[in-house]
């Protein structure tokens, strides 16, 4: 099954083509500047209840839904606070979700039963003509989690996605290839439904930017809310992930160009510093799996900003499957 079938180039032809075919209930995966997600009609139930069956995720695991401007926000959220705004004209399009009280139009199916829902405009060309084109034909949103079945590493190019995925899509589905992801960690998520932002999930769009965007003092928070990217076994390839060691004979190795291969260890990535750390993480754990290798070992960069996220999910992922 895994042949490329499902890959297409974006041309205006075929993002017209595609947004009709999630207006019709196929399923499309879609680059974006953080990874690939998973895109179906985020008002049809059919169709986001095929994106949980593809993923293998629990039903009561909210999505994200992707929204062309930050006009649409209003559609889909209620009471929304001021500084969220601020957030949404500073940083969207861009790597942020932002969480807010549900509208009507943010059914159950698609916020796992929360009373609120997560929104994202997300920076990627494709990812913004393919809104633009199934807003043209009365679409809302795209409701689209990261295109990896549940707990595995997130897909930063077409091809993962046609590994991750290929063998569980059906005829009609898509994946468009937009070349990899830029960022190549998830987008911060933050929850406005509060006095001040709180961070869910860290990202590109850092505390220090959230605070000087709103003025508000930012707290970062293990919520009780059921964010699955923040359950502790997440983001993991098949070889078992080893934070901070250093690596032997036969095991893969992940870290910044500066540090050096010790003999007989697979070099899988060397980042010349934390922007490249984060977009090549993902595939380089990948292929430590393609190489079938049984462990990897990652030296993790330190600081805050963009590397708070890159150890977050190191974290998750090196808890295993
Ligand atoms: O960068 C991203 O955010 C990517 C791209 C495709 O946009 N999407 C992504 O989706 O990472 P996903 O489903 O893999 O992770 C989204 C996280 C989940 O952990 C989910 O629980 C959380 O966002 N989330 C979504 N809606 C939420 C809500 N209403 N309240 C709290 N968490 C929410
Ligand atoms: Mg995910």
Known sequence: MSSGEFVSQCTAD????????????????????????????????????????????????????HIYSMQSLGDWADEIPSYAISLARD???????LVLKRSILAEDFVTGGQPTVGLRVPGH?????????????????????????????????????????????EGKDQI????????GVESTIIDCTTEAPRILRPGAITIQMVEESTGLKVSTIET??????????????????NLNRIPIAGEGFIALAE????????????????DEFA????????DADAKGLN??????????????????????ASKGR
Request: hydrophobic share 45%.
């Open 125 to 169: 060309a494709v990812a913004l003509a393919l809104l633009a084109a199934f807003e043209n034909i009365g679409g809302q949103g795209i409701a689209a989690p990261s295109a990896n079945r549940f707990g595995h590493v997130s897909p930063t190019t077409a091809q993962a996605v046609q590994e991750e995925l290929g063998e569980y899509l």
């Open 176 to 183: 468009l290839d937009g070349g990899p992801s830029n960022v």
């Open 295 to 316: 462990s990897v070992v990652v030296a993790e960069p330190a600081g805050d900003g963009l590397a708070l996220a890159i150890r977050d999910r190191l974290m998750r």
């Open 91 to 97: 940083f969207w399009p861009g790597p942020m979700t």
């Open 259 to 274: 540090i050096q291969t010790p003999e007989k260890v697979i070099r899988l990535a060397s980042p010349k510093n934390v």
């Open 224 to 241: 009780d809310i059921r964010v699955s990217g923040s359950l502790e076994n997440h983001y993991a390839p098949s070889a078992i992930v």
């Open 14 to 65: 075929s993002l017209a083509r595609v947004a009709q075919l999630l207006k019709d209930g196929g399923l499309v995966a879609l680059p974006t500047e953080t990874v690939y997600g998973l895109g179906a009609d985020a008002t049809n139930s059919s169709a986001v209840a095929r994106i949980y069956k593809v993923k293998g995720r629990p039903a009561d695991h909210p999505l994200i839904v």
């Open 279 to 286: 977009r090549v993480m993902y595939s380089a754990l990948r």
